[in-house]
Each structure stands twice: as structure tokens, then as C-alpha cells.
């Protein structure tokens, strides 16, 4: 059994920045692949950033390439996502989630998720 807990999430003006975190607690934090995804209204979840175990390897959706990054903490057993020039577009629930499968895009791949954490960028 794996735990997430998201926070950081809040409103912002278009061109601010947020730091999402989630911490994790139950199973071997350190082996696992760790992904953000977010879900806005009317659409389907999506994947927003994935990190290997290490940290050492990242992965990021073309529509947040340059603007967001995504880290870990396996001391401390935390996973951040660090966005920058934030758009409307951004606005979603933000989830992070423990990969069980091999396809970091697939969210079916993934079989802990926390329950999120709103995020509103304002025009």
C-alpha cells in the first residue's frame, strides 16, 4: 500500500510560479518511478512530468517542456513539480502518482494516486 499526499496547489496570476509537492509513505519510495498529471474540467487526465528512481531521468509533456520541473527527494520521500510561467491552460487538479507498469504517459500504468491538489492560473 502506497500513500500521496499533494500540496502546494493554490491560485495565480498568469506568469507566476508554483512548487507542488507529494509525499509518499507506504512502499519502497526510492524504486519507484514517480508521474504528475493534472485533469481539467470536461477533459481527460493527462500527463504532465515523470522521474525515474534515481531522479536521473526525466520526462515532460511537450506543453509544459521549459516551464516545468519535476524532481525527487528520496531521503524525504517527495516528489516536486516546480512550475514556472504558469498559462490558463495550466488550471487542472494536479495528481501524483506511483508507476506500476513501464509507460510513463499511460495513467493505467500508474496504481497509486494521491487526490490532488487544485491549481488556477488567472488571465
Known amino acids: 500500500q502506497v500513500q500521496l499526499v499533494e500540496s502546494g496547489g493554490g491560485l495565480v496570476q498568469a506568469g507566476g510560479s508554483l512548487r507542488l509537492s507529494c509525499a509518499a509513505s507506504?512502499?519502497?519510495?526510492?524504486?519507484?518511478?514517480m508521474g504528475w498529471f493534472r485533469q481539467a474540467p470536461g477533459k481527460e487526465r493527462a500527463f504532465v512530468a515523470g522521474?525515474?528512481?534515481?531522479?536521473?531521468?526525466?520526462y515532460y509533456a511537450d506543453s509544459v517542456k521549459g516551464r516545468f520541473t519535476i524532481s525527487r527527494d528520496n531521503a524525504k520521500t517527495t516528489v516536486t513539480l516546480q512550475m514556472a510561467s504558469l498559462k490558463p491552460e495550466d488550471t487542472a487538479v494536479y495528481y501524483c502518482?506511483?508507476?506500476?507498469?513501464?509507460?510513463?504517459?499511460?495513467?493505467?500504468?500508474?496504481?497509486?494516486w494521491g487526490q490532488g491538489t487544485q491549481v488556477t492560473v488567472s488571465s
Open positions: 502518482a506511483a508507476l506500476r507498469g513501464s509507460n510513463y504517459y499511460n495513467p493505467t500504468d500508474y496504481d497509486y
Open positions: 507506504g512502499r519502497t519510495f526510492s524504486s519507484d518511478y
Open positions: 522521474i525515474n528512481w534515481s531522479g536521473r531521468r526525466t
